[in-house]
């Protein structure tokens, strides 16, 4: 968290009102939180237009007027908010402190005022999260030296291509091989346990063990997924759990529930050290 879906549909929201402004100030008051590239300095993209906002994997991607670029990742935490005094025009990202709540809050450590009057916000309660300036003809260069995997929304993404990333794994269970970014880039922990119940395949299934049949399922539900919270809202999961009256998340956080399509009671195992839930009889264990 965030995981693509976040990240996507902040692309989006946040698009409309920074495409074709420039940003007048910023600071980073946390020096670990900034990475400087090609001689440049955060005050290299001053007095340039915002061109176009892009996603690789769970990075966004902010291109400039004359060759500069950020490419921003939230990380675990992580959250950009553009108000205009305390209207919240845009927000996403991890959803603590609240997009409306007083800005700045000790969490913040970013601050980008544009040319409009308006500002955007960067604030991580963990100060994980990573702004790096750099030209835009390296662009491509750093998202290679990242060495992520598919993209779920490339044509290339296929059911056929992801056996093939799958089968590197011959014993991996799957669940771990999903986050995996060098795997499948911008999948987490949220929406893996997402697909895999959406394709009835238990979470320590063999990676590389997938038949035919599983992969098409697997492929559609990892798609599907990461479709509908883009389209209609990312997971929402105080304490960690889902609302009771929320029919998404449709597996993570809903250990002790019942299942959405069988009514078992969802049942929660560590994976890999992650959090895991799923349906025993929707997700049968493998033989």
Request: hydrophobic share 40%; net charge positive.
């Amino acid at each position: 968290m965030p995981e693509l879906p976040e990240v996507e549909a902040l692309r989006r929201d946040l698009s409309p009102g920074l495409i074709g402004r420039a940003i007048v100030r910023s600071d980073i008051t946390k020096p670990k939180m900034l990475v400087t590239l090609d001689g440049l300095e955060l005050s290299g993209i001053h007095d340039r237009p915002i061109q176009t906002l892009s996603r690789r994997a769970k990075m966004l991607i902010v291109r400039f007027d004359r060759g500069v670029s950020l490419v921003v990742h939230l990380k675990l935490a992580g959250q950009l908010v553009h108000r205009d005094g305390d209207r919240v025009i845009a927000a996403g990202g991890h959803p603590i402190p609240r997009f409306d709540a007083p800005f700045p809050h000790r969490s913040t450590h970013g601050r980008f005022d544009l040319d409009d009057g308006t500002i955007l916000w960067f604030t991580d309660i963990r100060q994980f999260g990573r702004v790096t300036v750099l030209d835009s003809t390296s662009v491509d260069g750093f998202l290679a030296s990242k060495k992520l995997g598919l993209e779920p929304f490339d044509a290339s993404f296929t059911p056929a291509a992801l056996g093939a990333s799958l089968r590197r794994h011959r014993a991996l269970p799957i669940k771990s091989a999903l986050l995996d970014q060098a795997n499948l880039a911008g999948l987490g922990n949220i929406y893996a346990d997402e697909a895999l119940h959406g394709s009835g395949i238990h979470p320590l299934w063999p990676a590389g063990g997938l038949d035919d049949d599983q992969l098409v399922r697997l492929h559609r539900a990892i798609v599907e997924s990461l479709t509908y919270a883009i389209t209609n809202g990312v997971a929402d999961l105080p304490a960690g759990k889902v609302r009771p009256d929320s029919d998404f998340p449709r597996a993570h956080g809903r250990r002790g529930l019942p299942c959405l399509v069988c009514q078992t009671t969802m049942v929660r195992i560590t994976v890999g050290a992650r959090s895991t839930d799923y349906c025993p009889t929707c997700q049968p264990r493998p033989d």
